[in-house]
């Protein structure tokens, strides 16, 4: 598999684009006036306690207040490899915490809509390989090494290292990356972290509350911290100055990546290589084509995302059947890149066409589960339901891709749709009906949009008419340019 890293930097914004067999599979955005903030530490102030929720707000400095519930106050006590529904006693937030108490939190989840940023008081500091957990005093391994022997092998290197410095108090995570790293690479990871964390301990000290005391890198560094793998051909990057920045961070962490980075200093943009902004454009929209003719439409809303399947224009050879089975799975492979670029979290739905053979369920089940395996975000997916539902979790700590790049339309309020015309105009009547009952007026004048206005002295004309009849006054109508189509006034005359 053919992977590349595109990094487009301007001075307002970092983009990063993560492309595989030519075709985009993840977009990163951070813009200089609003920057993500998970993973920064902040020495906030409590501002509120609600024991109705076992929660409390945090001031952290931003505009809104951050939110943290119970479980993220208390210190994990799990070693790392148990799994994660294991149930835990929450104690009484009042236990633990009191309005005007400091409190040293890291954010988990970034401001999303009307919600504030989500904290926790078990901090993590993550390098190349490894993730340092101040307080804490296990040492637990990703998931996604499966191999045994290697698995045991990092442990024990990890533990060894760890218990030759007993000053230094903490655990730590060992990072899918690590996989094959040798000691010499990880006994440089945890002498990195302790020294940051040192300098995290000292600036907690110093500063006073609201404060920030650490910011995660910047986006094209965190890049190649996250996401280069063995099998990442190239890192291309058109800002000379990043490309510098970011040659000093892998020489000193990750050198055998130092050939695999590059300055493109091509005149077209980056990201036209690879049509990435046509890709981009196109994961703002609603629908998917699949390249059979079928398509997926993609809503998301606060509560969740649901995902309708159709076979469109697909009408297949066989039989329906089979015509459903080919349909499902290429959405199944369309939908987890879907998840993927449009870096969609939280509850998602998904409604694959309704089959019958039970067999086909479990093929369209294993490709999804398949397909999600390559996704870097956390997914927990159930089997098909009797309703032919699959639901799944994806974790979300960030903005989506359209929340980053897009606002709720100011016409229609994010509901998608507007009133037609004629609504409107059986609106303007009744409030005419209404303003004349209560005051007394010689005439009317209803200021609406042009559309609406055509409306009215077209197709409605004659009720315009009885309507003047029936109260005796004459309506007058003026088009206001600016007004959207369910805009209106009554003014008396």
């Keep these: ?36 903030i998970v993973g920064n530490i902040y020495k906030g102030k409590v501002v509120r306690v609600l024991p109705g929720m076992e929660a409390a707000f945090v001031d952290i400095g931003l505009e ?101 410095d007993p000053d230094v108090q903490g655990g730590y995570i060992i990072r899918t990356a690590a996989e094959a790293a040798s000691p010499e690479d990880l006994i440089g990871d945890m002498a990195y972290l302790h020294r940051l964390s040192q300098s995290i301990h000292e600036r907690i000290a110093r500063v006073q509350a609201p404060a920030v005391v650490y910011q995660d890198l910047p986006l094209f560094i965190r890049t190649i911290r996250d996401l280069i793998r063995p099998q990442t051909e190239k890192v291309r990057i058109d800002s000379r100055e990043s490309h510098q920045r970011v040659m000093e961070f892998v020489e000193e962490f ?59 224009a697909f009408v297949g050879h066989r039989n329906l059947e089979e015509t459903i089975f080919k349909t499902n799975l290429e959405a199944a492979r369309a939908i987890s ?20 053979d039970p067999e086909h369920q479990r093929q369209v089940h294993r490709m999804l589960e398949k397909m999600l395996e390559r996704d870097h975000a956390k997914t927990k997916i159930t089997g098909v339901s009797e309703l032919g539902l699959v639901e799944m979790t994806r974790k979300r700590t960030t903005e989506s891709l359209g929340q980053v790049l897009c606002e709720p339309c100011p016409i229609c309020d994010g509901r998608g749709f507007l009133k037609t015309t004629e609504t409107v105009c059986y609106e303007v009547f009744r409030e005419i009906l209404r303003v004349n009952r209560a005051y007394d007026a010689e005439s009317y004048l209803v200021m609406a949009s042009q559309s609406v206005v055509d409306r009215l002295l077209d197709e409605e004309s004659d009720n315009v008419a009885d309507l003047e009849t029936f109260i005796s006054k004459t309506i007058r109508f003026q088009v206001e340019p600016f007004y959207s189509q369910e805009q209106y006034d009554v003014v008396l005359l």
């Design 337 to 356: 890149r879907q998840l993927r670029l449009r870096n969609l979290g939280g509850i998602i739905i998904i409604d694959f066409i309704d089959m019958e």
């Design 64 to 164: 809104r207040a951050a939110f943290i519930h119970a479980s993220d106050v208390v210190p994990s006590q799990s070693n790392g490899d148990e799994p994660a529904d294991t149930p835990k006693t929450v104690p009484d937030i009042r236990s633990l915490l009191r309005e005007g108490q400091s409190l040293v939190v890291q954010v988990t989840k970034d401001p999303i809509g009307t919600k504030g940023a989500r904290l926790t008081t078990q901090l993590s500091i993550p390098s190349r390989y490894l993730v340092f957990m101040p307080g804490v005093s296990h040492v637990g391994i990703s998931q996604r090494i499966e191999d045994d022997t290697e698995r045991a092998r990092l442990k024990t290197l990890v533990e060894e290292a760890a218990a030759e």
């Design 1 to 36: 598999m053919s992977e590349e890293i595109l990094i487009n930097v301007t001075p307002v914004e970092t983009r990063v684009a993560l492309v595989e067999n030519g075709m985009l599979q993840e977009a990163y955005i951070e813009r200089t006036s609003r920057k993500g």
């Design 254 to 312: 990750v050198t055998e990546f130092a050939d695999k980075v590059e300055y493109y200093p091509g005149e077209r943009p980056i990201f036209d290589l690879y049509s990435v902004e046509d890709e981009i454009q196109k994961a703002l929209s609603r629908k998917v084509q699949l390249k059979s003719g079928g398509y997926v439409i993609i809503d998301q809303t606060e509560a969740m995302t649901t995902i309708d399947i159709n076979t469109g």
